[in-house]
């Protein structure tokens, strides 16, 4: 899972204009975060609540990026939606890594009412990257997690990460990576050396991670005319572990692929955050 634990930090960070400040929703090993740290500006808040994944995250610490500067941040013990909910503080990027959505007490941070706190949570033109899964996971709801995040965010992205796993950028603001900006951010040699870690050298390698541009992602999720989550009617909860040992990662990614463009080669356009090449 390295690559997608990287590129949760690394993708809305090459593609913010200058982020300061961080959330990210779940510890895990620490990865994501120390990616984060690799930017020399950034301060970092993470919200775990379980004290043993805290605690496990240290045997992790030789895959960290950079090391875990306390300085510039920190690890709130705590509820993500009460955080979001009670905090007045806002973030240039808010990532969103938790456990898969079939648990008890997780599913919670894949609803419509989750997505629309950390919407509020950023900054007017801050950037929010959710984790999605395709694995274990049939195709409708998937669909669905793509749909209610999509009502809450008017750009939107897809991006891969580890297989099986999708990245989704989401802003009120056009996001497109620009690849001088990731050029020059990759003359910093952190950020550069936890990209390599994972085969990604350039602005090219980067940008090809690419799935579907936001013409492709609201296509989909429109056409596909699935419901949306929330919070008193958790569609995802109850529908995810029906689809538990099955392998579903490929008709996923067929559907996925079902909706892109011929013309591939805007993605590799340098392109400012704000100019959206599909008005």
């Known amino acids: ?7 949760l ?29 690799t930017y020399p500006d950034t301060t970092v808040d993470c919200v775990e609540i379980d004290d043993a994944v805290i605690e496990a995250s240290t045997l992790f610490s030789h895959v960290w990026a950079v090391p875990m500067d306390t300085s510039r941040s920190r690890i709130i013990k705590a509820d993500a939606r009460t955080v979001l909910t ?5 973030y240039d990027v808010i990532i969103s890594e938790p456990s898969n959505p079939w648990i008890t007490g997780v599913s919670n941070l894949f609803t419509y009412e989750h997505f629309t706190a950390c919407h509020d949570a950023l900054r007017s033109d801050g950037i929010m990257c959710q984790w999605v899964h395709s694995y274990y996971m049939d195709t409708d709801t998937l669909l669905v ?11 939107c992205s897809l991006w891969e990460g580890s297989r099986g796993d999708y990245l ?25 050396r936890d990209l390599e870690r994972i085969g990604l050298s350039n ?63 805007i ?5 400012s955050r704000h100019e959206d090449p599909f008005p």
């Open 168 to 192: 989704i950028l989401g802003s009120n603001s056009f996001i497109q990576l620009d690849q001088a900006e990731i050029r020059r951010k990759l003359s910093n040699e952190n950020i550069r």
């Open 9 to 37: 930090a690394q993708l809305p960070l090459l593609a913010s204009e200058d982020p300061e400040s961080i959330l990210v929703i779940g510890l895990g090993t620490g990865v994501t975060v120390t990616s984060a740290l």
């Open 86 to 90: 009670a905090s007045k503080k806002h």
């Open 203 to 265: 602005p090219s390698s980067i940008l090809a991670k690419n799935v579907q541009s936001n013409k492709e992602f609201k296509n989909m999720v429109e056409k596909t005319g699935t419901v949306i989550n929330l919070d008193d009617e958790p569609y995802v909860e109850f529908n995810a572990p029906k689809s538990l040992y099955h392998m579903t990662v490929q008709s996923n990614r067929e559907l996925i692929e079902s909706y892109k463009m011929p013309d591939t080669t």
């Open 145 to 155: 997690l793509f749909r209610t995040f999509s009502s809450v965010f008017e750009f």
């Open 267 to 271: 993605r590799e356009l340098s392109l």
């Open 1 to 7: 899972d390295l690559a997608t634990q990287i590129l």
